[in-house]
């Protein structure tokens, strides 16, 4: 069949959001997965801050399908405390991006923001419970929530409450901090079973990833997202993560917006 058939969905993503570039990781591997989306002549790309992406299905089943499969992620807790543990979604069984696989000696994920006293699966819960069904164009995407915690990859969410250096439920403004239910429970997605996340980390507390404006299939995207495709013009960014006034505490620790390293392709990472 032609791929002039196929739609083009427009999606507003942002490429130095580190929640966007995980949603969209986790869009195109479960368009990679659904037959009716024709996945081997879909493809996507980066476009001035969205996200283009070529495909048999429409916006509607699309953001169908994923918060479907969004409904289904459930935690799976370790044994012995919070963190140990992993994702399920099904029978399909995720990874925990919160333990850090990194050779160079750190011992902690970058990816490990939330506060001590919540765990993954205290965070999901209400997360899900929080999300909307889907909507036809980007609203279900902007979808927000309140009065519920982030993992601390959207840079959008809590920045008022952590530059003041504390949590904004101590100062009693939790509804200033609106939540994207959809993104937040699409990066956590992406990150678990879309993605090899832990292959991004740099160091502690630093993530790379690389973007692509130029069209490739969506059974590509995790591995050209971790800069594993030679010869693709990329640019690569680090996210950072950062806490507040009170150091390095992990209850109060989020990603700000990624800086860019590099444009030249096959360049590899400067630390």
């Not at 986790?26 to 037959?35: D, K, T």
């Not at 994207?180 to 790379?208: C, K, R």
Request: charged share 20%; glycine share 12%.
């Amino acid at each position: 069949m032609s791929s002039d058939a196929l739609n083009e969905l427009r999606l507003q993503l942002d490429e130095r959001n580190l929640a966007h570039v995980l949603s969209a990781v986790a869009l195109a591997g479960l368009i990679s997965r659904n037959p009716d989306a024709r996945p081997d002549e879909s493809t996507c790309c980066w476009r001035e801050r969205n996200f283009m992406v070529r495909t048999a299905i429409t916006h509607a089943a699309l953001f169908d399908m994923a918060d479907r499969f969004l409904r289904s992620v459930r935690w799976i807790p370790g044994w012995g405390a919070a963190v140990p543990g992993t994702f399920a979604a099904g029978s399909e069984i995720g990874s925990n991006p919160f333990i850090s696989l990194a050779k160079g000696g750190q011992d902690k994920s970058p990816f490990k923001t939330f506060s001590g006293q919540q765990g993954p699966g205290d965070l999901l819960e209400a997360q899900k419970q929080s999300l909307v069904g889907a909507t036809v164009g980007d609203g279900w995407l902007a979808q927000k929530g309140r009065g519920i915690a982030s993992w601390g990859f959207d840079c959008r969410v809590g920045s008022h409450a952590y530059d003041l250096g504390f949590s904004s439920n101590d100062e009693d403004t939790g509804d200033r901090d609106p939540i994207y239910p959809a993104v937040e429970m699409l990066s956590i997605a992406g990150a678990s079973f879309l993605t090899a996340i832990q292959g991004w980390q740099l160091d502690e507390d630093s993530v790379g990833y690389s973007i692509w404006t130029d069209p490739i299939p969506v059974t590509l995207v995790r591995y050209a997202v971790a800069s594993r495709v030679g010869g693709l013009p990329a640019r690569r960014y680090r996210a950072r993560s950062r806490g507040g006034a009170y150091g390095k505490g992990a209850a109060y620790r989020f990603f700000p917006e990624a800086t860019l390293q590099d444009q030249k392709g096959d360049r590899q990472w400067q630390k």
